[in-house]
């Protein structure tokens, strides 16, 4: 408990007796039991600290009723005041109490209760009022205007005298002596709450000012909203059966028996008793509060918000405290830095409680610097950094599953703050501090580490599947030196090399490698994760790789080359031509297979790739040749070429491949490197690409003895339409035709059939006329007929072909004219008025022509060389 009022005593040992009670301004009206209104200024002594008040009688209007007061209502806003006596309700003049009206409607009245309103007009915001008024075992509803009353609604019957009777928006409270109900005022449905309570002698409806009512039930306020539905599941206990009631923010001041209480809704809490004799009435206007009974009138004045508040802040009611920081009239600033005060002490209290999720979502709300909120926790901060923090008291020590409940709700706290942060950074924003005055973390880097650091700390603690997702965020601000700490001792390697690559400490990381790799009993031993981490460096990073690759390659060269060659973005981008120079220090069979790679795989063009590795295809089937060869029995004569057994075959097959699919080697730079004694089929093969033909086919015919492989070589290279290429089929038949000296006769013979039949199959891409040049006089015609046979027929399919191609044009280029003819064709029309331009006489049915310009002649006259000119 403590003081929010000081009841100050305003009058005492009035002559006359107190029946009613009204105030606005600093008016205080008392009607009298003697029928006299009394009116009264009260105003604050000029006395700062002082608590009195001066008092003035103002008016005393002995005639203002024959009968007592018992109930007076001011209305300020329209300049009137409604009161009740002799069971009639009258309007007086507010300024001079002259009667307005007297509503002898209502006689028979026994209470009222008045609802005003500020509406919007045309002219602008103008006061309403509603009265209704409990007249023996009826509602009468009625509403101001043009200064008198008129009816809101035909009157209401009830079943019983009303005893109390409260506006709430468009609803009116009644209060019978057994039970409550709620009356619409445009309806005039009624709607039965609840009883009264069995000891309480007369109903009590108190209006609150947030449009609810407090309806009396023994010693207990049920809260209700306008529709008449409850609003809070537990009521305001009151010591005793109140008798009258106030609502004065954040307070309710009920009338008891044998004293004043003072209670808050919100949270519900006893403020405060005050003993005041024989109080009967209470009353407000204007935040001014009276008591009063019979002959005396008390004042409460409310005890300065901010001693209440220093109260409340030191017994722990931070609630109750903030609600009234929120009355206190003091600059906006100073206001919400003092609602901020509050609330950062009510947060910690919470946590002091172990009231973790609210707590923290308390702290979120204010901006409270998250390094204040996290030191609350045990080890979360470094020692130096936590030391200069300070808090209300001491914090709790908190161990086991409290830590651990603690610690997941920092969690929470810490994902949404970082979320905040990184939205928010380019934005200035000042964090408080739980205790005020205290230096806060500044906005920026530091504090996203703290948080991201404190996070990381978290996870290790809670759930360590978590860290790693963390730390592969590309805006983590985790602490290297802290994070590292940390990770270290708890053997979080794995998720520590992680922390180093996106911190892009990788020579720290690929070291951590290595030493892992050699412990048996480590996630991470074997060279495994060394290739991924340096597979995923790129080329600003390469020589970083090459020197970490080499340990990789020495021991697992087929693993290490995937550093190289696996099909990612990073290693796709690396250096090319280093890499190929590194590999060749390291290994010289690395070079090949990476060579495979860039030019198989990635479809790489370049020159110098290409020469290299026919350079390496020929280098390793040299020297797979040479010790096939001295392998082989003496006499026995080796395979052909391709055909050898095991590695060598195979090497041949792919060195041949290449040469024939490879488009961009520089065949007269590797020419020179192939020996004339065993690569004749390769030699062919770059004697063709260089358009050697002529010497290919030499090695094809005369050389390998093969004329299907010569046969094949021709249908490569042959293009008609390339000067170099369009006669390798005349110079494959020369071949035949034209051998070397010193050829047998029989051999000679072979050639021949074997010429004829290439005239046979090739009539069309070898020159006839050259073709039969070549051709021994001895040639026999029947030998050569097919040949012929075939041209003529080659030759009248192309003039067929040809025939056909320019009916086609032909045709074409008809239609073309017939299109362009239609498309400039204009419609004449001659009546009988145009006449030729030469001869100045009317057209008619003669034939004419017409110029561009649109002029008309004769055709005699355009024949005539006058008209001609004209």
């Given amino acids: ?22 105030s606005f301004e600093s008016t205080l009206l008392l009607g009298t039991r003697e029928g006299v209104l ?29 009968k007592p007061i018992t109930q007076l209502a001011a209305v300020p806003e329209l300049y009137i005041l409604i009161s009740l006596s002799d069971n009639v309700i009258s309007v007086h003049d507010l300024t001079s109490f002259n009667l307005i009206t007297c509503v002898q409607k209502t006689k028979g009245a026994s209470l009222f209760a008045v609802d005003v309103q500020n509406k919007q007009t045309p002219t602008g915001v103008e006061p309403s009022l509603r009265i209704g008024i409990a007249s023996k075992r009826k509602i009468q509803l009625f ?15 009830v079943y019983d005298i009303p005893h109390a009777l409260t506006w709430c928006k468009d609803s009116l409270c009644v209060g019978f002596k057994r039970d409550y109900y709620m009356i619409n005022s445009k309806t005039g449905n009624l709607k ?15 209006r609150l000012f947030d449009n609810r009512l407090a309806l009396g039930r023994d010693a207990m306020s049920i809260l209700i909203n306008s529709e008449g539905d409850p609003t809070q599941k537990e009521p305001i206990n009151w010591s005793d059966i109140p008798q009258a009631m106030e609502h004065s923010l954040p307070y309710l001041v009920a009338i008891l028996p044998k004293f004043v209480e003072v209670r808050t809704i919100t949270p519900k809490m006893l403020i405060q008793n005050i003993t005041l004799s024989d109080a009967r009435y209470i009353c407000q206007g ?29 017994s722990k009611e931070f609630e109750l405290a903030l609600k009234l920081a929120e009355l206190v009239e003091e600059q906006a600033s100073e206001k919400e830095k003092r609602i901020r005060n509050i609330k950062n002490l009510y947060a910690f209290d919470l946590f002091c409680q172990k009231r973790f999720g609210d707590s923290l979502s308390l702290f979120a709300k204010l901006g409270t610097d998250p390094a204040h909120v996290i030191g609350l926790y045990p080890n979360l901060l470094p020692q130096q950094y936590r030391n200069n923090l300070s808090y209300p008291k001491d914090v709790p020590d908190l161990q086991g599953a409290e830590n651990e409940k603690g610690i997941m709700a920092l969690i929470e706290y810490l994902t949404q ?27 920026g880097k530091q504090l996203r580490q703290i948080i991201d650091t404190t996070l990381l700390k978290c996870y290790l603690q809670t759930n360590d599947a978590l860290v790693a ?40 990381a690929l070291s951590l490698l290595m030493k892992q790799a050699a412990r048996p009993e480590s996630n991470l031993k074997g060279h495994e994760r060394t290739v991924t981490y340096l597979q995923h460096l790129g080329p600003d ?22 550093i190289f060659t696996e099909d990612l973005p990073e290693v796709e981008s690396l250096p090319r031509e280093m890499v190929l120079e590194y590999l060749e220090k390291i290994s010289p069979d690395l070079p090949l297979f990476y060579l495979e790679h860039i030019i198989m795989d990635l479809k790489d063009q370049t020159n110098l790739f290409h020469n290299r590795l026919v350079d390496l295809y020929r280098e390793r089937v040299q020297r797979l040749r040479l010790e096939y060869i001295d392998s082989l029995p003496e006499g026995h004569p080796p395979s052909k070429a391709g055909e050898e057994p095991g590695e060598l075959g195979e090497a041949r097959k792919k060195l041949v491949t290449f040469l024939h699919t490879s488009q961009s080697y520089i065949p007269e730079r590797l020419l020179t490197h192939f020996p004339t004694d065993g690569f004749f089929e390769e030699r062919a093969i770059l004697l063709g690409r260089l358009g050697r033909h002529e010497q290919a086919l030499s090695i094809y015919i005369h050389t390998l003895n093969n004329t299907r492989m010569a046969e094949e070589f021709c249908a490569r290279n042959y293009d008609k339409d390339k000067e170099g290429n369009k006669d390798v089929y005349y110079l494959m038949l020369k071949m035949f035709l034209k051998p070397p000296e010193g050829t047998c006769d029989e051999t000679n013979g072979k050639m021949l059939e074997v010429a004829l039949n290439l005239l046979e199959d090739h009539a069309m891409k070898i020159d006839v006329p050259k073709a039969l040049e070549l051709l021994p006089q001895t040639t026999k015609l029947r030998d050569i007929l097919t040949f012929l046979e075939n041209v003529m027929e080659n030759q009248a399919v192309r003039r067929r072909h040809n025939q056909v191609l320019k009916s086609m044009l032909y045709a074409e280029n008809l239609q073309v004219t017939e299109n362009l003819i239609q498309k400039q064709a204009v419609k004449i029309s001659v009546s009988d008025e145009d006449l030729c331009r030469s001869c100045r006489k009317r057209i008619g049915q003669s034939v004419f022509c017409r110029y561009p310009n649109g002029h008309l002649v004769h055709y005699s006259c355009f024949n005539n060389r006058d008209a001609n000119k004209s």
């Fill in 1 to 22: 408990m403590h003081d929010a009022f000081e009841p100050v005593p305003i009058l005492e040992r009035l002559p006359l007796h107190i029946e009613s009670i009204s």
């Fill in 38 to 66: 009394l009116q009264y200024k009260v105003q604050r002594s000029k006395n700062k600290g002082d608590n009195k008040f001066e008092v003035q009688l103002e008016r005393s209007n002995k005639s203002f009723a024959k």
């Fill in 143 to 157: 509403y101001w205007h043009n200064r008198d009353f008129t009816e809101l609604l035909n009157d209401l019957s």
């Fill in 192 to 206: 039965e709450l609840f009883p009264v309570g069995n000891n309480q002698r007369y109903p009590i409806v108190t």
């Fill in 286 to 314: 204007d935040g001014c509060l009276y008591v009063a009974s019979q002959n005396t009138v008390w004042r409460l004045v409310v005890v300065q918000y901010s001693l209440q508040i220093k109260q409340l802040l030191k």
């Fill in 417 to 443: 703050k970082r979320t905040e942060v990184m939205k928010d950074m380019g934005k200035e924003f000042q964090p408080t501090a739980i205790v005020e005055g205290d230096k806060t973390t500044k906005p």
């Fill in 469 to 508: 997702p963390l730390l592969r965020l590309k805006d983590n601000h985790c602490h290297v030196v802290e994070s590292e700490r940390v990770l270290m001792k708890k053997e979080k390697f794995s998720e520590l090399i992680i922390l180093y690559q996106t911190k892009e400490l990788h020579q720290k």
């Fill in 541 to 562: 990073h390469i020589n970083l790789i090459f020197e970490y690759a080499e340990w990789v390659l020495k021991q697992h060269p087929e693993d290490g080359l995937k």
